[in-house]
């Protein structure tokens, strides 16, 4: 297995298998960041830092450390005027503000879903006909070309 560093290029294969679902590339590192590229490119990156927050929040596990996250996602994510606020309807945002003096770990779940559910629909799609998806997909067929040498 080679050796991951700062040379290393991932395949062709893993850059064209982001394009067949969303939780292909939202488990790959290199998809990740190039999708979250994209998205700071188009304005809405709080999508996908939402979601990450969400599932970093999943696996919380004192009750100390699940209402001070549970609050921080709130002011930075749910609440009117937040810095990062993502674009979810009124009940759901009504619901999390009733609930987060006791949050639970799934008290964000149904805002996930809606957010998980806007990527999916609407910028995951976008990404993959972006110039930055077919920069990726480009760089990676010509770099699998060469052998790998850890000065290229």
Not at 36 to 49: A, D, G, H, P, W
């Amino acid at each position: 297995m080679p050796v991951k560093c700062c040379f290393y290029r991932s395949p062709t294969t893993d850059t064209l298998a982001w394009s067949e679902n969303m939780d292909t590339l939202l488990t790959n590192q290199a998809g990740l960041d190039a999708f979250r590229t994209f998205l700071k490119s188009e304005f809405s990156e709080e999508n996908v830092e939402f979601w990450l927050a969400c599932e970093d929040f999943k696996k919380t596990e004192s009750a100390e450390k699940i209402a001070s996250k549970a609050k921080m996602i709130y002011s930075e994510f749910i609440e009117a005027d937040a810095p990062k606020e993502i674009n979810i309807d009124f009940s759901t945002r009504d619901l999390i503000s009733k609930n987060i003096a006791e949050p639970t770990l799934k008290c964000f779940d149904d805002a996930q879903k809606l957010i998980y559910s806007l990527m999916a629909k609407d910028s995951f799609p976008r990404f993959l006909k972006s110039e930055i998806y077919k920069k990726l997909v480009n760089s990676k067929q010509v770099g699998n070309h060469k052998k790998w040498l850890p000065f290229l």
